[in-house]
């Protein structure tokens, strides 16, 4: 079973930057499309950024300009590269599949944006 690590969450003021790494364990990653997807407390996950196999991207308007989403697949690697962050952006970040997710959810990574 594929195994996800999340890492780079932290606590950051508004307007700053984090970058997130989403490694896997295997090299199924490079023929799967990839998501990130956040969870503030007391809220669904939502959706917030995908990368398919052919490089196209897309985005949550909450996030749209904001935050960049890529893959690297010599490393099985996705990033979610976040700028001009806002206390609305804080929440749990964890990746998996578009789809809902196809594998066990890692533990994700906690992003607290904090004036």
């Known amino acids: 079973q594929l195994q996800l690590v999340e890492s780079g969450g932290g606590l950051v003021q508004p307007g700053g930057s984090l970058r997130l790494s989403c490694a896997t364990s295997?090299?199924?990653?490079?023929?799967?499309?990839w998501a990130w997807y956040r969870q503030a407390p007391g809220k669904q996950r939502e959706l917030v950024a995908t990368?398919?196999?052919?490089?196209?991207?897309n985005y949550a308007d909450s996030v749209k300009g904001r935050f960049t989403i890529s893959r690297d697949d010599n490393k099985n690697t996705v990033y979610l590269q976040m700028d001009n962050l806002k206390p609305e952006d804080t929440a749990v970040y964890s990746c998996?599949?578009?789809?809902?997710?196809?594998?066990?959810w890692g533990q994700g990574t906690q992003v607290t944006v904090f004036s």
């Open positions: 990368a398919t196999t052919s490089g196209n991207t």
């Open positions: 998996n599949t578009p789809n809902g997710g196809s594998f066990d």
């Open positions: 295997s090299d199924i990653f490079k023929i799967l499309n």
